[in-house]
């Protein structure tokens, strides 16, 4: 992967922690750099499409706990059950 270089200003509390973490850590202070960088990045980032579509199958309510408890019951069953094909 290519990289292109940058000038940051940050503050120095911050390249302190940065520098013990690579200490710690046994790493590059500039990839603790990177990896901050690819964090804040992902979470700006803008999806093409939405998370959840409005396509969404179900009964059009919000399940109740009974709902929710049997559906994991049926789950759990499922999975313990060595009858029942998954």
């Keep these: ?3 292109k270089r940058t000038n940051v200003y940050a503050d120095p509390e911050d390249l302190a922690i940065i520098k013990e973490a690579a ?3 046994g790493v590059s202070e500039a990839e603790i750099i990177r990896q901050g960088i690819h964090l804040a ?7 093409d499409e939405p ?4 396509t969404f199958e179900g009964p ?3 399940p ?5 408890r049997d559906a994991v019951v049926d ?3 499922r999975e ?3 009858g029942t094909a998954a």
């Design 1 to 3: 992967m290519s990289m």
């Design 23 to 25: 200490r710690r850590r």
């Design 41 to 47: 990045a992902m979470a700006n980032r803008v999806w």
């Design 51 to 54: 998370l959840f579509s409005r």
């Design 60 to 62: 059009g309510r919000t």
């Design 64 to 68: 109740s706990r009974t709902d929710v």
């Design 75 to 77: 789950a759990v069953r």
């Design 80 to 82: 313990t059950d060595p």
